[in-house]
């Protein structure tokens, strides 16, 4: 038998509106799908005569929250040394905290703490960079399982311009993220997946971005990088792959580029060829907007991705992003759009409607049917009680943006994903 | 009897440093100054002996935070129709929402939960746009009072290019101003006082501007005005006051530009001959981030300003600005610097220790001794129990950057005003 929920039901079928159902209904099937939603029982239209009514009262729900990119193993440098250059930043921070990740424990500790506050946030699923140790990411891979939330998990592969203590050899690259394909298959569900995860070309020798290319083909698995955030990068990535004619391709002859289903976070630099590639390919954007602000590399052209018709969702990428809210990245993308708007009034800045789209539908097209709740649709979603921000005469539309802008997960009272509530995860105790 | 306070202390004494001691103590007069503060009671040097310390153990105390740019009467608009364009954003909901502050009881209603919300995010200080009508700017005053909090609050001066509803003749406006300012003076502490407020030049004729002049002088109370934010507006006041050499010139021509204290929100493209008279007159900046990414007007330079030595504090300027925090304004100004400095590297970021020390020390000095624990200073501060955040082994900056990119607050834990602890500020029943 399965479910049905009453509340003021908010999504984004298309990115120019919003679909809103003030004292709506979505009915559940009891494999976590949507069967329909209504303004009113009858109109379900379905049979679930005989189901219980969950009444959220005058709650909001609406689609959970995807997270595209966020590195895991930056938990801990979460809002610090933020006023760092990139070169001390990597050096100083990021590299030696994911050295420690050779130990399962520290690991253990320090994800269990992320995938909880993942879920704090309402982020129901994620498209996560972990380490180069493949025992910690197979941690990671149960924690999900554990949680009940869905996650795509990267071992990161990576063998030059890097530390000793994070360069793997090929062949034991391909051996651990076998074992790790070889686990999946037997002992996770299809909520919790291994993704092919080269941290980018400059990490990446050839024959290392070769054996991503041939596990992704192989095994059909998703494949995520980093793409054209900065401009110095962009021209060592000319340096090191001479044949290419732009970033893109140079992921593109390793089978690395929409080949099968790919993110490549940030793309603040993407134009032209690379555009066109992604588009034909259906590579998606994960656009990290407090990231961009961040590390001061440059803003992504959001407006411009949705003009031309990319695919996009929305990263938290802790911890160069100091938040792990999705709603706060809607409002910096927003934000971001705006920038590009105040020197070019032809460049519209976001709509409320579409940073959503772009943060549930759109990104949630990654991990299967979610992200709405068009019948067919897992139901992933999240109730809100603004009660507390909800102090006057608002419209749902006003009650949903205030939340957005000035909530927090203080306001989240219930999550659901693939048709299940989520209870909150469980972290070590003493921590 | 004063008081002695033991927490890990940080403050900036100047932009460069923060000010670290571990385990400090501060020793509080009777009259709510700093007496000393030091790493140990000895050092002290005070006579303190028969005083009780007060152990706040393991928490962060830190300078509490100033406000130089708040509309309260926009506070039910917070967080709504950030995607407006920003006539009709005027039209149909900043203008229409002052129209209601007629209504004393909407007004106390509205103004009693904005108090209440900048006492939650512990901003202890700030200056205040109320409206035109003065029976609901004597009623903001009285709740500032019975708050404990220290406060500016400017009845608005404005008579051109507005509704009529929000249009008052200038005898009007003398008469009621002059009211609200005998009230302060026979029955308010000094650290609620009225300020001067024409809203800006477009809404404001000469004889009001003048009438406006006239009542800083006779008064000596400070000024607050609009400056500089967007080049449509300063093309107006170029057209509105053809004498003028400059926007700021405009103000100056009637003894409103730091002939007495002076505060100019925004200031985006302040250059030049205004840049030049802010600095010689003293006229405080309150820069304003959040609100220069949603209102897209262009982002204030506020490395230059520093570079020349301005006076700069920071504001929310609610409702362009979306957030109450000023510990939020902090991370949006870096990211504003981040932005000039993307452009330029010859114009480096701010720094953490720069950002606190403006909306701190430098902010606070429009109020007078605030924003330090130097000796002398009022003592207005928040002790932060961040034992949430802090799941590492992070250093006490490292702590107190993370509070303030990731904290709420669900963090502060007291807050002091002028060396008394300020409890949460009664709101209406049923709101």
Redesign the interface.
Known sequence: MGKVYKAHILYTKEKERFEVLENGYVAVDTNGRVLGVAADLASLNIQCKDTEVTDFGDRLLIPAMNDLHVHAPQY?N??????LELLPWLLNYTFPEEIKYSDTAYAER?YR?FVRDLWRFGTMRACVFATIHTESTRLLMHIFQESGMGALVGKVAMNRNCPEALCEGVDAYVEGQESLIAEANSSLPPRVRPIITPRFIPSCTPAMLRACGELAAKYQLPVQSHLSENRDEIALVRELEKDSTCYGDAYDRYGLFGQIPTIMAHCVWTEGEELELMKQRGVMVAHCPTSN??V???MAPIRQFLNEGLRVGLGSDISGG??LSIFRMM?YA??VS??H??QNHERP????SEAFWIATKSAGSFFGRVGSFEPGYEFDALVIDDSD?N??N?SLL?RL??F???G?DRQIEHRFCQGREITEPRVLVG?
Chains 1, 2 share one sequence.
């Open positions: 801990r979460q809002g610090i040394a933020m006023d320090m703490r602000f961040n001061a590399s440059g100091h938040d409002v927003i934000q705006k920038m708007y105040q800045f976001l709509t409320l921000l102090h006057d608002y006003e943006e205030r957005i802008y000035l927090d921590n």
